[in-house]
DNA sequence: TACTCCTGATAGTCAGGGAAAGTCAAAGTC
DNA sequence: GACTTTGACTTTCCCTGACTATCAGGAGTA
């Protein structure tokens, strides 16, 4: 039985209990409660509630901080959105970003000004300072972030 | 529970009461109200009501002294976005970010849902791969671009 | 009246300590 | 080889208290 498999566990049956697929907890509290280091929260956390498996997590530091996870609830009509994150891989150059948003917004399934605002931040624009052969992995994973977003 | 919180909501609410969106309050006496030390409330409104974040302190020392806090109205002319983007400088922390949009969502400046989407670029969640000490200024850089991509 | 000085009533500053969560690389497991 | 686990170290945020700066009004003086 692997640790990690516990926090997840935990964290989707809290889930449960709140009803509204939120869950909230303090790392180092629930690390002591399983036996584990409070850096293996983060981990699992990374691993296994990313955007793209339908998950937002925030968090805060210093007194009374916390972590919250959030599922993302799909609307009947937009499970689409979900498999184009899926199919987004760990890259995503410029031109395909484009040609996807604009699919997606030919589909009725983004607002053009919703598309309009992630476009922006896909651009290279606004990674002057990132190396050149980071920005379509961060390209990437900025894309799933936002539409994942689109319909918490 | 954090008493940070208690002064905020306390300040955002007196705020909706006086219609203006000011609220003026003395500082030792609120603290005592809230049961902490005047600094706290000094604290607060240094962390938490800048002017990045969408507010004007004033203040007045002595006998009959105040502090007044005024939410700031941006103004309605065309374009309505860019006096934020101008106010953004080189470098945006997360909490600043969220506290921006937050204000604008409440103007009606902006959708929740792009506001959703913006924030969603900004969490550092989105910067795993980036190194930590980059992620302010990329955040400053992706906010002004997508704020201004809202109304082309 | 006019001026200075004192005093009490405010708010501001700053350094330090504590309480969280995040990072990262090394080691372990399957 | 990919996933897991660990722990030392870092960063962020919160709270406090001693000390400082500023203001208004009154007392004293001429």
Redesign the pocket.
């Known amino acids: 039985m692997?640790?990690?498999?516990a926090?997840t566990a935990y964290i989707l049956h809290r889930m449960e209990e709140t009803g509204d697929g939120t869950a909230e907890?303090?790392?180092?509290?629930l690390?002591e409660q399983l036996?584990?280091?409070?850096?293996?929260?983060?981990?699992?956390?990374?691993?296994?509630f990313t955007p793209a498996q339908g998950y937002i997590?925030e968090?805060?530091?210093?007194?009374?901080?916390?972590?919250r996870i959030q599922r993302v609830k799909w609307e009947p009509d937009l499970p689409p959105l979900m498999h184009v994150v899926n199919s987004i891989g760990e890259e995503l150059v410029p031109a395909a970003a484009q040609a996807i948003l604009e699919n997606l917004v030919s589909q009725k399934l983004l607002r053009p000004e919703t598309a309009r605002v992630i476009g922006a931040a896909l651009t290279d624009q606004a990674y002057r300072q990132i190396p050149a052969d980071q920005r379509d992995k961060l390209r990437a994973a900025l894309m799933k972030q936002m539409l994942t977003a689109v319909n918490v």
């Open positions: 692997r640790i990690s498999d926090i907890l303090q790392r180092n509290v690390a036996g584990c280091v409070p850096s293996q929260i983060t981990y699992v956390l990374t691993s296994r997590v968090s805060r530091r210093g007194g009374g901080g916390y972590i």
